[in-house]
């Protein structure tokens, strides 16, 4: 068996896309903390053929890692070998079926389109809600779909939904439709490139935006959010932590470590982005939006209700009330939120010691922390982190 620094491992990522690159950074990090191999990148579906395959194949190449969802002959390949491979975010294609040595990572679709109906209720603002999937109608984008329109029906809302068609007819269709609605309408899109179009076709409607509609879209990918007008917000993925986890699997397949194959393992959401597309216009939502975006950069501080109080200029009684109403829940308990998860996430994802967390999580005192981790989620910290948070 080759040893750990003579393993040659080839990563197809679209390196064009935020989501290669983090996914990326993700293997990367995963190097740092004590992998090491002989990485080949790929970086465009150009470069990833079946005859690369192939030939990498027969230079003994050890593992594979790759992303690129189109190309299908490479993927045919790689379906055919037995070679230790693990696929990212691929659906719908023969390799799925694959069993031996093989292991799949994935964004979790049904985590997305839950936060993103939670994070347009709670903006307070919206009488109604639609979904606009991606034009080559996805399984991942139904996924999405149905996951947002279950969380909404759950908190007593209808959503409107747009499947994709191919071509530019089904935003028309949006838009007519959008003008016989309850507004302003939040509306949810199955990625960045497809909300670009949709607020391109509002704009060209004059339906404003965010006075008429909302717009969300999935990936947080800079170039495309920054730059639409007005700007959008985005839901990201954790594609680094994918990237992670892809590589930490293949490592263990490639040492004979890991034995249950297949295997797929799904990332959920890093963070909501907010920009101009989903900024609230009602005085309370505004007051409210203000205090959620200051609680999200200053909770790990340690600041108490009465900083956010202050940092809003208002009596406690209107902040807590404006918050219940919009948020459904107290200023406290957002705070108290926000940490835990990081908390959470800290301990599934470094070897930080608890006392560590909880100075960086604001909490002075970690016995405190200890106690209302166990209250909270009804199992220790240590416990927590030793099953990977299955206890959630």
Not at 107 to 113: A, L, R, V
Not at 192 to 214: F, L, S, T, Y
Not at 373 to 384: C, E, G, L, P
Request: aromatic share 6%.
């Amino acid at each position: 068996m080759k040893t750990d620094a003579a393993r040659t491992v080839i990563v197809a990522l679209k390196m064009s896309s935020i989501a290669g690159q983090d996914k990326l950074s993700g293997i990367f990090r995963y190097l740092e903390d004590g992998g090491s191999w002989d990485l080949k990148l790929i970086r465009t579906r150009g470069e990833l053929t079946a005859e690369s395959v192939r030939n990498a194949i027969e230079r003994k190449v050890d593992g594979f890692i790759v992303s690129i969802p189109d190309a299908g002959d490479a993927l045919d390949a790689l379906a055919s070998s037995s070679i230790p491979t693990v696929v990212m975010d691929i659906h719908n294609h023969p390799i799925c079926e694959r069993r031996d040595r093989i292991a799949f990572v994935r964004n979790d679709g049904e985590d997305i389109g839950c936060e993103a109906a939670n994070f347009l209720l709670s903006q307070g603002i919206f009488r109604s809600f639609a979904f606009i999937g991606d034009v080559a109608n996805n399984s991942w984008s139904r996924t999405r779909g149905a996951a947002f329109k279950k969380e909404l029906w759950e908190n007593g809302f209808y959503c409107e939904t747009f499947e994709g068609s191919g071509d530019s007819d089904e935003t028309v269709r949006f838009i007519k439709r959008l003008k016989t609605m309850h507004l302003p309408c939040g509306v949810f899109v199955a990625c960045d490139d497809r909300a670009h179009d949709v607020i391109q076709a509002c704009n060209m409607a004059n339906v404003k935006i965010p006075g008429q509609v909302g717009i969300l879209g999935v990936d947080n990918d800079t170039l495309i959010c920054e730059h639409t007008n007005p700007t959008l917000s985005s839901l990201q993925p954790d594609f680094a932590e994918e990237g992670y986890l892809a590589a930490r699997m293949l490592d263990e397949m490639m040492s004979g470590k890991f034995c249950e194959t297949p295997r797929t393992v799904y990332c959920g959401v890093k963070q909501i982005v907010r920009r101009q597309s989903t900024m609230p216009l009602s005085l309370a939502g505004r007051l409210v939006q203000r205090a959620v975006a200051y609680i999200d950069r200053n909770a790990l501080t340690g600041i108490s209700v009465g900083d956010v109080v202050s940092h809003l200029r208002v009596s406690r009684r209107l902040a807590d009330l404006r918050f219940r109403q919009l948020q459904g829940q107290s200023i406290l308990q957002a705070i108290m939120d926000r940490r835990l998860a990081e908390v959470k996430r800290l301990l599934l994802t470094t070897s930080e010691s608890i006392e560590s967390i909880s100075t960086s999580c604001g909490y002075s005192n970690a016995n405190s922390l200890k106690n209302l981790f166990k209250k909270r989620y009804n199992v220790s910290m240590r416990d927590f982190r030793k099953a990977g948070g299955r206890h959630q």
